[in-house]
């Protein structure tokens, strides 16, 4: 028996989903969301994967009302924290002064600070 891994890069989501069996979601070179495909399609957590669902409502049938504010920042010039705070309608002051890290939530790994503020 053998195994074989790959790793297919794209902004398609469609493509993604039917391709991937273990979806990793970046933002500006850092993965913000890791973890089993029907996890992250059907109940995304970390607010940029919500965002991004939100933008292709033709993935999984429902459109999530999310939206980032403002423009994408130079991947060459991050800002401090964590790199979405000042696009994210849930920063708080936290959000500019630490990096999040990945950490299990919900059957994945996300990289947010303010996870249990979210979801309780
Ligand atoms: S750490 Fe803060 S800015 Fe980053 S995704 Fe979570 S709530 Fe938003």
């Given at each position: 028996?053998?195994?074989?891994?790959?790793?297919?890069?794209?902004?398609?989501?469609?493509?993604?989903?039917?391709?991937?069996?273990?979806?990793?979601?970046?933002?500006?070179?850092?993965?913000?969301?890791?973890?089993?495909?029907?996890?992250?399609?059907?109940?995304p957590?970390?607010p940029?994967?919500i965002a991004l669902l939100a933008a292709?409502p033709?993935?999984?049938?429902h459109k999530n009302d999310l939206t980032l504010?403002?423009?994408?920042?130079?991947?060459?010039?991050?800002?401090?924290?964590?790199?979405?705070?000042?696009?994210?309608p849930?920063?708080?002051?936290?959000?500019?002064?630490?990096?999040?890290?990945?950490?299990?939530?919900?059957?994945?790994?996300?990289?947010?600070?303010?996870?249990?503020?979210?979801?309780?």
């Amino acid at each position: 028996m053998s195994i074989v891994l790959l790793t297919f890069f794209s902004h398609n989501l469609s493509v993604v989903r039917h391709v991937a069996d273990d979806v990793m979601v970046m933002y500006l070179g850092q993965a913000v969301e890791h973890g089993p495909k029907e996890a992250i399609y059907n109940a995304p957590k970390h607010p940029y994967t919500i965002a991004l669902l939100a933008a292709a409502p033709t993935v999984n049938g429902h459109k999530n009302d999310l939206t980032l504010q403002g423009e994408l920042p130079s991947p060459l010039n991050p800002p401090s924290g964590c790199a979405l705070h000042k696009r994210c309608p849930y920063a708080k002051q936290q959000c500019s002064e630490i990096e999040p890290q990945l950490r299990e939530w919900d059957g994945r790994l996300v990289a947010c600070l303010r996870l249990e503020e979210i979801y309780g």
